[in-house]
């Protein structure tokens, strides 16, 4: 999310530029486009920052408990939280994305109220206060308040977002939203403790294996810069594209929702 909102302010930012410059050939008395920070104040103004106190942190959420009633999960997506969480893609039967909702769990409460800035930012309606106010310590709502498509909310150190993208019957956003609420776990977040290890070179022809510590119960996914993953009966391997610099990632999951990246780099040769 907050890569959008850079994207945003670079747009911002370039449009400003072209108008200064544009401001330069016209005739003296001219009007220029808003500066980026008249626009900031503009959106400060529709989203101050004033928040109840955050009350506890939150451990996790437990995800096993985000069931919707006539949709299945069809798609997943887990990323640390500042590079966009946890996205999840519910549909119907004939696969037509009904519902995401996104996750990101922070160690801190200011992080997760940074990261719902960042997502309001690329929100193309101007959302109110949630009426329900029990659906954050920070929550934003469509429709007045009501939330029937979207929610945008954090509660202490978790931001979330519900988006129903068509109608489904008996399920708002706000609806949603509640149950995200009801499945958080509070306490101190431990995020899963994992590491990624490497040989200090690999053959650039064969590759080399890929050693994982990862806690009991969590789910990863690997990548690769500079090569590709396969597995292999001892294990997943990595492939270099050529001789040279050689990174992998683990994206490392629990089953409440808090991602640890572990990465180790080596060289092909």
């Known amino acids: 999310m907050r890569a959008e909102a ?31 920070g008249n626009v900031d104040a503009a959106f400060r103004a529709s989203y101050p ?34 590079d966009g969480g946890i996205v999840l893609s519910f549909a119907e039967r004939s696969g037509a994305v009904r519902v995401l909702i996104h996750l990101a769990m922070f160690a801190e409460a200011d992080a997760a109220r ?10 193309a309606t101007v959302l109110v206060p949630a009426l329900d106010p029990t659906l954050g310590e920070t929550a934003w709502a469509d429709d007045g308040g009501k939330g029937t498509a979207i929610v945008v909310a954090a509660q202490s150190n978790l931001a979330y977002s519900v ?43 064969k590759g080399g294996s890929v050693a994982l510590a990862i806690p009991g119960g969590a789910t990863y996914t690997l990548r690769a810069d500079g090569g590709y993953i396969a597995q292999s009966a001892a294990g997943p391997v990595v492939h270099p594209f050529a001789p040279g610099a050689v990174t992998v990632h683990a994206t490392v999951v629990d089953a409440l929702g808090r991602v640890t990246v572990a990465t180790a780099a080596t060289r092909a040769q």
């Open 163 to 205: 988006s129903v993208l068509d109608t489904v019957p008996g399920l708002s956003a706000a609806a949603i939203a509640s149950l995200v609420r009801a499945a958080m776990v509070s306490g101190a977040p431990a995020f899963p403790a994992a590491t990624v290890r490497l040989p200090a070179a690999i053959d650039a022809r």
């Open 49 to 82: 920052l004033a928040a109840r106190p955050a009350r506890g942190a939150i451990a996790g959420i437990d995800l096993a408990k985000l069931v919707l009633p006539g949709l299945q999960l069809s798609a997943r997506s887990d990323r640390a939280a500042a």
């Open 114 to 123: 940074q990261d719902i800035d960042a997502e309001l930012h690329g929100v």
């Open 6 to 36: 850079k994207l945003r302010k670079l747009i911002v930012a370039l449009a400003g530029a072209c108008g200064l410059l544009a401001s330069g050939a016209a005739l003296a008395g001219s009007k220029s486009p808003p500066a980026a």
